[in-house]
């Protein structure tokens, strides 16, 4: 569950990126965040991950109070987010894969439980592929592992 209440953002020079944000979503439901250019939906997924803190209000996700948790309980609340960064955080020296199993690596999960995570999502390989495509084109390292593991697109650079 996500839960913000009267939250507000302003960043150091006084630029404001949310005010009086509230809204909750609940456990099962899906949202989507839309909006223009500098809207703040960025703004509000980091407050989410807590990658940023609010200026004020509160921002609860699964009952803990973001803006009020210690820098040591930061990882343990990010274990239950999935978050997909528009400037793609990737190592552009490993395959898909291996990008995927980085994090699972460092979880509690057993070596053959993240693989299997991480070979999972069957609905993901058309946009794995049109990644990997993307970085042929870009001229960045692709692994034979990548190449063998997912079908290559029929689109050209």
Known sequence: MVSFSSVAKRYPGGQEALRSVTFSVDA?????????SGAG???????IAAIE???SGSVIVNGQNVGALKRAAVPYLRRNIGLVFQDQKLLYDRSVYD??????????????EAARRA???RAMRSVLDARSTR???RKSRITSHT????PRSSRSC
């Open 28 to 36: 099962g439901e899906l949202a989507f965040v839309t909006g223009r």
């Open 41 to 47: 939906k960025s703004t509000l997924l980091k407050l």
């Open 53 to 55: 803190r609010p200026t």
């Open 99 to 112: 990008n995927v199993m980085l994090p699972l690596a460092f979880s509690a999960h057993a070596p053959k």
């Open 119 to 121: 070979r999972a999502p």
């Open 135 to 137: 970085s042929r084109c």
């Open 147 to 150: 190449r063998s593991k997912w």
